[in-house]
């Protein structure tokens, strides 16, 4: 299973663009990455998946590099709402089991 | 469409006794997974379920917790007996594969 590394916190405020990356140099061909978001007293959340090059969604983007050695996941104008864990995972498409770390702790401030 | 359903919310128990969650997926969803979430960590994977047959649980700690999946639908963890060791949130997810799971709102277990 391809390890990954992220930020423990970030700080942001509102209405900043915030960049989170991902660190996952031993990733697989097979290999997507997804990224969850989850708030105090809930379960994680899907935000975005994705293979390679870029992809948005109404929520977010995800870049990534050629290589897929590292991605970025890119809130756009974050809110206070937008306070929460972000993690950030790979694993090949299908039923693969999923190992989430510590994820990136995001706090926006007024 | 209705989330995944998870029930009870809290439990209370004291080291030693028995306690059991069930969780209810999303309709047609053949993977289920539960996850076992302390406090400050991530989520992490306890067992795996696609259809009612076990794909992954060599992180579950099988002399004290089980679990099961019958007719492939609704599933129960259990924990016998609990540790204090054992407090944290209990999360189930489901899948209609791809990676993509959807989360339950938990379960939080206290072991006094």
């Known amino acids: 299973l391809a390890k990954t590394t992220q930020p423990i916190s970030m700080d942001s405020y509102e209405g900043q663009e915030v960049n989170i990356t991902c660190s996952h140099n031993?990733?697989?061909?097979?290999?997507?990455i997804t990224w969850y978001q989850q708030f105090p007293s809930q379960g994680p959340r899907f935000i975005i998946q994705?293979?390679?090059t870029k992809v948005t969604n109404e929520v977010a983007s995800l870049f990534i590099p050629a290589d897929r050695k590292s991605s970025t996941l890119s809130l756009p104008r974050v809110s206070l709402s937008d306070t929460a864990v972000y993690y950030c995972?790979?694993?090949?498409?299908?039923?693969?089991?999923?190992?989430f770390g510590k994820g990136t702790m995001l706090l926006v401030s007024p | 469409e209705a989330g995944v359903a998870q029930s009870p919310r809290y439990k209370i128990i004291e080291k030693r006794q028995s306690v059991a969650f069930w969780c209810n997926p999303i309709?047609?969803?053949?993977?289920l997974y539960w996850y076992q979430q302390i406090l400050g960590q991530g989520p992490k994977l306890l067992i795996q379920?696609?259809?009612?047959?076990?794909?992954?649980d060599s992180q579950l700690p099988k002399d004290r917790f089980s679990a099961e999946r019958l007719k492939g639908v609704d599933s129960t963890l259990k924990i016998q007996p609990a540790k204090l060791e054992d407090s944290a949130v209990y999360l189930c997810?489901?899948?209609?594969?791809?990676?993509?799971?959807?989360f339950g709102p938990g379960t939080r277990l206290t072991v006094l």
């Open positions: 997810a489901s899948s209609p594969g791809a990676n993509t799971q959807y």
């Open positions: 031993n990733i697989a061909t097979n290999d997507y």
């Open positions: 994705g293979y390679k």
């Open positions: 995972l790979v694993g090949d498409w299908g039923y693969s089991t999923l190992t």
């Open positions: 309709s047609g969803h053949a993977t």
């Open positions: 379920f696609q259809n009612n047959g076990v794909v992954d």
